[in-house]
């Protein structure tokens, strides 16, 4: 049985100050030790080139722990950090007892929850203690077996990181540290749907993340390629506007429903596939747990380690930074006209055909860095991995209506 609380959901409150919101905080900032050649962060090395700047301050660690608590809604009972990088293990396990320490002092009452996300390459048995003890979630990131993982995930000198990614999910095993797994969804591995979610499987993960990878190269100003419709059934012009890494739209709607397929026979309710269930709950009317797949943005900050806050996580570039947590209020960047003017431009930019899909609940677009094509009537606005989400909401769709009658919950969508 799928329970609704294990969803990540909040509500889009018209009010800001009445929302929840969260921060990806990036306390070591870029620095990493693998290079996966996919990672869109690394290059925000150049945004920030005092590579001592890149650990997180105790000044600005204490004000931001303390302003991001006070900043919640103040009936809110539970709050949670999200620490990301880079790879946040290069600070050691003193600075997160440092920040544990500081949720401790400022929680007045509330519970405080922390979210991980890691490469898992050096993690070792003081982590594994640390992050028991303290009940952190971990997010871990594998990418398929041996041969499909190194593809792309590998370290600076161009070696493969699967068996130390494999020994930290030992770890957290070993220490009893609640994990869920993220894969990229990239060129390489979208090709292997089955295999990779059985792998999975095996390696004990019981939430998976998905993540499809679209990063666009500089588009050539004289180029037709973003100018006219795109075929799912023809890659060759869109293949030059985007990385040689990223998904193909229809290869990404065969991995998510190739494996959907696999999902829905046997694992509904003992696997918590994100994609699946935030699906199933926008068939049910549930207000979307997945930022890309919301009607609007807005609600998910980012911050770099020297207290910089950014709209999101995708867009830390200098035009969509909001202020700094030294001299600035959380709460007052998050109403912003700027921030405002972006979480709405995510419903408001939808294009006539976006509009008009029967699967517009399901998707709302998609995540705006990935809606640079034109649609068949030349309207800008359409997502790249349109012809995917697509081709899995129709796959899927049936077998969502069921799995609603046999949880005894209404179809909102019919």
Not at 386 to 405: D, Q, T
Request: net charge neutral; with cysteine; glycine share 8%.
């Amino acid at each position: 049985m799928v329970h609704w609380d294990q969803l990540p959901i909040r509500t889009m409150d018209t009010s800001r100050q009445a929302i929840p919101f969260n921060v990806m905080t990036k306390p070591i900032g870029p620095l990493c030790n693998l290079n996966c050649e996919y990672c869109f962060y690394l290059e925000k090395l150049n945004l920030y080139s005092d590579r001592h700047s890149h650990r997180m301050p105790d000044e600005v660690l204490e004000r931001y722990i303390r302003h991001f608590i006070e900043s919640q809604p103040a009936g809110m009972p539970e709050i949670q950090f999200t620490w990301q990088g880079g790879e946040p293990t290069l600070l050691g396990v003193e600075f997160f007892e440092k920040a544990v320490a500081l949720q401790q002092r400022y929680a007045n009452g509330r519970r405080i929850t922390n979210a991980f996300q890691t490469n898992g390459t050096l993690l070792d048995d003081r982590w594994g203690e640390f992050l028991h003890k303290n009940d952190f979630l971990v997010g871990i990131s594998i990418d398929g077996p041996r041969h499909i993982h190194d593809i792309y995930r590998t370290d600076k000198g161009g070696g493969a990181s699967f068996d130390r990614v494999m020994r930290g999910i030992e770890i957290l095993k070993k220490h009893k540290v609640e994990f869920n797994t993220l894969t990229v969804v990239n060129r390489k591995n979208s090709q292997h749907p089955v295999a990779i979610y059985r792998f999975l499987k095996e390696v004990g993960s019981g939430h998976i993340q998905f993540i499809p990878i679209v990063e666009r190269l500089d588009p050539d100003p004289g180029a037709e390629a973003l100018a006219g419709p795109p075929d799912p059934e023809d890659q060759s012009t869109l293949d030059r506007h985007v990385t040689p890494w990223s998904v193909r739209p229809i290869d990404y709607g065969n991995f998510l429903v190739s494996i959907f397929r696999e999902w829905v026979k046997k694992d509904v309710g003992k696997v918590f596939v994100q994609m699946f269930e935030v699906t199933l709950g926008a068939w049910a009317g549930k207000p979307p747990g997945l930022c890309v797949l919301a009607p609007k943005c807005g609600n998910g900050l980012a911050m770099e380690s020297n207290g910089d806050v950014y709209l999101c996580d995708h867009y830390v570039y200098p035009e969509y930074r909001l202020g700094n947590i030294m001299n600035g209020d959380l709460r007052e960047m998050l109403g912003s006209e700027k921030q405002t003017k972006f979480g709405d431009d995510k419903s408001d930019a939808l294009p006539e055909c976006c509009r008009n899909c029967r699967y517009l609940f399901a998707c709302y677009g998609g995540c705006p860095k990935h809606r640079f094509l034109r649609a068949s009537n030349g309207e800008p606005g359409l997502n790249y991995l349109c012809a995917g989400y697509r081709k899995f909401f129709r796959a899927s769709e049936p077998h969502m209506k069921r799995l609603l009658n046999d949880l005894n919950l209404e179809c909102a969508h019919r």
